[in-house]
C-alpha cells in the first residue's frame, strides 16, 4: 500500500481556510453583544448603515484593485441585475430579522434557525 501525497500548498490554503472560517465564526459569536449595544437604533437604520457603509467599503476595495470591469458587466445583464437585487433583498431581510431578534432578546431562537436555514441549504446544495 503507498502513502498518500498530499501538496503542501493544498495543505496551507486548507489550514488557512479553516483559520478564517473559525474567525468568522468567532466574528459571528460576538455579533449579537456588539448589536446588543445598539438596541436604542431601530434595527432597520442599523441595516441602512450596513448596506451604505459595505458600498463604500466596496468601492474602496474595487478602485485600488482595478476590478470595476465586471461590476460594469453585471450592471449591463439584466438578468443578472434581477437576480443580484433578489437575492440582495433576501439578504437584507435575514440581516433585519437578525438585528430585530438581537434587539428583542431573542438570539437563540435566532441562531437556531438560521443555522436550519443554513444546513438545509448545503443538503440542498450536496444533492444537486
Given at each position: 500500500m503507498g502513502?498518500?501525497?498530499?501538496?503542501?500548498?493544498d495543505s496551507a490554503r486548507t489550514t488557512q481556510g479553516v483559520a478564517?472560517?473559525?474567525?468568522?465564526?468567532?466574528?459571528?459569536?460576538?455579533?449579537?453583544?456588539?448589536?446588543?449595544?445598539?438596541?436604542?437604533?431601530?434595527?432597520?437604520?442599523?441595516l441602512?448603515?450596513?448596506?451604505?457603509w459595505a458600498l463604500a467599503?466596496?468601492?474602496?476595495?474595487?478602485?485600488?484593485?482595478?476590478?470595476?470591469g465586471p461590476v460594469r458587466a453585471a450592471l449591463r445583464d439584466r438578468h443578472l441585475?434581477?437576480?443580484?437585487?433578489?437575492?440582495?433583498l433576501l439578504i437584507a431581510t435575514n440581516w433585519l430579522i437578525f438585528l430585530y431578534a438581537v434587539t428583542t432578546s431573542q438570539v437563540l431562537q435566532s441562531s437556531i434557525a438560521t443555522s436550519s436555514i443554513l444546513s438545509?441549504?448545503?443538503?440542498?446544495?450536496?444533492?444537486?
Open positions: 502513502t498518500l501525497q498530499t501538496d503542501p500548498a478564517f472560517g473559525m474567525a468568522a465564526y468567532l466574528c459571528w459569536g460576538f455579533f449579537p453583544l456588539y448589536f446588543k449595544q445598539l438596541a436604542h437604533v431601530p434595527p432597520l437604520e442599523v441602512a448603515h450596513r448596506c451604505v467599503t466596496l468601492a474602496v476595495i474595487l478602485s485600488g484593485t482595478g476590478g470595476w441585475l434581477l437576480i443580484l437585487g433578489a437575492t440582495t438545509s441549504r448545503c443538503y440542498w446544495a450536496a444533492c444537486s
